[in-house]
């Protein structure tokens, strides 16, 4: 039987990861055209915003490409909680002569509440639509299917891996607790078992009956290697892409990727109100702070103030507090453009 990558067009087993914010469509369109699965992550805008992202992908490439959608539960706001949040920033903010923003907001529509997205991805019928957080409706997904749309959804352990079969996913994206960006366990209030890739990828080989694709720490072909040797499909890539000139992270967020801190990622709620693996900055320092013992908002609420404190820094030459997310593997990172990353990473496995 062919393999997914295969049955969806795509000519190695090389996926880049939808990382939002920082792959852009021309990103992606690299990867696509050099054989990989590119990917554009749209949880963080409007369905008007996705539209435009996918059709200028679709403007850079004829290939098969991957578009990400957050299917995280809703946020609950919580008045009292957001303004101790911002009470306790506030000093932080005025080292920028800035004040902290009056109220904080959900920044970002879940999938879960978003039917526009749903009939822009039906109208524009990409490859893959992934999912993050959690999983939709089952009618979403029955739509969706129908229109012959692959989906994978992301998944830290076998629990929320067979919750993602169960609801009719073709492919799993096993993400360890290496990978960079957001963790994404579908009850961030749950235990979470915190599986490295290796482990969590081969029990899920052995544990489903769909193909899995492993993400988390991956840098090169050798570790991509190692992935098909446990039984992936592919291997998802993240990091590894943001050092590349088509991605659109900042000059800050570049050279705290080859610093010192690459070799010591932390895995931090602050920035968002998720866990995610970032590079340790000011926002991270945070924690022994100004914001130490303070209970933090639900996501994506508690990241307005984040992506605020963050513009407020940038416009005094401060970088240090953006979300420079990065994986365990942020040491191996190589600046060079996406389709001579894949063409090495190709050569490498």
């Avoid at 999938?111 to 999912?131: C, G, I, K, N, Q």
């Avoid at 799993?172 to 990978?179: D, H, K, L, M, T």
């Avoid at 507090?321 to 990172?333: D, I, T, V």
């Amino acid at each position: 039987m062919p393999s997914l990558m295969t049955r969806i067009g795509v000519d190695l087993p090389i996926v880049q990861a939808p990382m939002a914010g920082t792959s852009t469509p021309a990103l992606a369109a690299a990867v696509c055209n050099a054989g990989g699965l590119g990917s554009i992550g749209v949880g963080a805008v409007t369905a008007a915003g996705a539209r435009e992202m996918i059709e200028s992908l679709k403007r850079l490439t004829g290939r098969p490409f991957n578009v990400n959608v957050f299917a995280h539960r809703p946020a609950k706001a919580d008045r009292e909680r957001e303004r101790a949040w911002l009470d306790a920033l506030k000093p932080v903010f005025k080292r920028f002569d800035a004040e902290p923003p009056v109220a904080l907001h959900e920044i970002y529509t879940s999938f879960l509440a978003d039917p526009a997205m749903l009939e822009l991805f039906l109208e524009t019928r990409p490859a893959v639509v992934s999912f993050h957080f959690g999983l939709p409706p089952a009618q979403a997904i029955a739509r969706l299917k129908a229109a012959g749309i692959v989906l994978f959804s992301s998944a830290t352990n076998l629990d929320e891996a067979e919750q993602a079969v169960a609801a009719g996913a073709d492919a799993i994206v096993a993400q360890g607790y290496e990978a960079g960006g957001h963790r994404g366990v579908f009850d961030p209030a749950a235990p979470d078992s915190q599986l490295g890739v290796t482990a969590l990828t081969r029990l899920l080989v052995n544990r489903i009956a769909i193909p899995v694709i492993a993400a988390g720490g991956l840098m090169d072909g050798a570790r991509i290697a190692a992935m098909l040797d446990l039984g992936a499909e592919a291997a998802q890539l993240g990091t590894a892409f943001i050092a590349c000139p088509e991605s659109s992270a900042d000059q800050p967020y570049r050279d705290a990727l080859f610093g010192p801190g690459a070799s010591a990622t932390e895995m931090t709620a602050l920035i968002s109100g998720r866990p995610a693996r970032c590079l340790p900055n000011a926002f991270t320092a945070l924690k022994d702070g100004a914001l130490r013992g303070v209970k933090i908002p639900d996501y994506p609420i508690a990241y307005d103030a984040g992506k605020a404190l963050a513009a407020a820094g940038r416009a005094k030459g401060d970088g240090g507090f953006g979300a420079q997310w990065a994986g365990q593997g942020a040491p191996l990172a190589r600046a060079m453009p996406a389709a001579k990353l894949v063409e090495t990473l190709a050569r490498e496995l």
